[in-house]
């Protein structure tokens, strides 16, 4: 009876306890609640709305060159008439002016250095409908505005100007090729064309073509070796001539180039000229080259840009000149 008694009492007092404990758990719950909602009553009514407004959107720039076709060369012979022609699209409306920066190239002396000259402004005013028409920079201009002795009688065939445009909006705010993203720059068809070249060109002749040449600029490393000597050679067709172990890989891969006898425009067809396995053993395996430039046979001098592929994929556009030795 005792026992039982005992185990009674302890069982009552065991309930009064967690009784008094639960009540004391409500209440600090009710207070720790309380103190939560006043705690963000106060943030937000302290807050400082403009730390934490989003910026408004603010939109770049749209302002994309296209060279009239007849006259994306300069005529070597003609000269003194010759002339850039070109058009700026833009769906922009808040363009203040547009400044085109100009460099030359001397393609027989190509690490000669030339000054770069702001050589063409356009206001935001010119534009209309989305279109600046018809602007033009004669070669006389342009010789004249890089300093070159005999002005545009100093051009040559290979000869290039390379333009870069910077652009200035309404509100202040400047875009260049720095600060622009490469899928806005760069591609077939840029919303923003940043730089752009423009070369003297001279009639292709075969006879003048043919000989040895070296690889002169080759950024991305396609060619196996530094200065790759190559012999060019006419054919297999009319107006074409054949590059022989173009690149300098074990396999000799010839390039077959076309060229356009009146502009010196050449195109290459896709075909096979480089083998990845050379840089890194069983990986892409053989891989093709395709593009086009210029081949200016008054100078021996052969531009072409080329995208690179494999089976799995493009590696992009590269540059690669040949000059005559």
């Not at 005013?125 to 545009?152: H, M, Q, R, W, Y």
């Not at 022989?244 to 077959?256: H, I, N, S």
Request: proline residues 4%; contains cysteine; negative net charge.
């Amino acid at each position: 009876m005792h026992l039982r008694n005992g185990i009674l009492r302890r069982i009552v007092c065991s309930g009064i306890i967690n009784n008094v404990i639960n009540k004391f758990d409500m209440k600090l719950l009710l207070k720790y609640t309380l103190f939560v909602i006043l705690s963000l009553a106060v943030t937000v009514a302290c807050r400082d709305e403009d730390k934490v407004r989003f910026p408004d959107v603010q939109s770049g720039v749209n302002a994309r060159v296209v060279v009239h076709p007849e006259n994306v060369v300069l005529n070597f012979l003609d000269i003194n008439n010759a002339s850039l022609v070109f058009d700026i699209y833009s769906e922009n409306n808040d363009i203040k002016e547009i400044t085109y920066n100009v460099t030359f190239t001397d393609a027989e002396h190509p690490t000669q250095k030339f000054p770069t000259v702001a050589i063409k402004k356009v206001a935001g005013a010119a534009f209309s409908n989305g279109k600046a028409s018809d602007v033009k920079l004669t070669a006389a201009e342009l010789a004249d505005a890089i300093g070159l002795p005999g002005g545009a009688s100093y051009l040559s065939g290979g000869d290039n100007f390379t333009f870069t445009a910077k652009v200035e909006l309404n509100d202040g705010r400047t875009f260049d090729a720095s600060n622009s993203a490469p899928n806005i720059a760069t591609g077939t068809n840029p919303s923003f064309t940043t730089t752009f070249k423009l070369y003297v060109s001279c009639p292709f002749k075969v006879d003048e073509a043919i000989g040895t040449y070296q690889i002169a600029v080759d950024p991305d490393g396609w060619g196996t070796e530094a200065n790759h000597e190559v012999q060019i050679v006419a054919g297999p067709g009319a107006n074409q001539v054949t590059l022989k172990d173009a690149l300098g890989y074990p396999k000799k891969y010839d390039m077959v180039v076309d060229v356009d006898p009146a502009t010196g425009v050449a195109t290459v067809a896709k075909q096979k000229i480089f083998d990845y396995n050379y840089w890194v053993p069983n990986s892409y395996g053989e891989g093709s080259g395709a593009g086009s430039g210029f081949f200016f046979s008054c100078s021996g001098y052969l531009t072409l840009g080329l995208t690179m592929t494999v089976d799995a994929g493009s590696f992009g556009v590269s540059k690669i000149d040949w000059q005559k030795k």
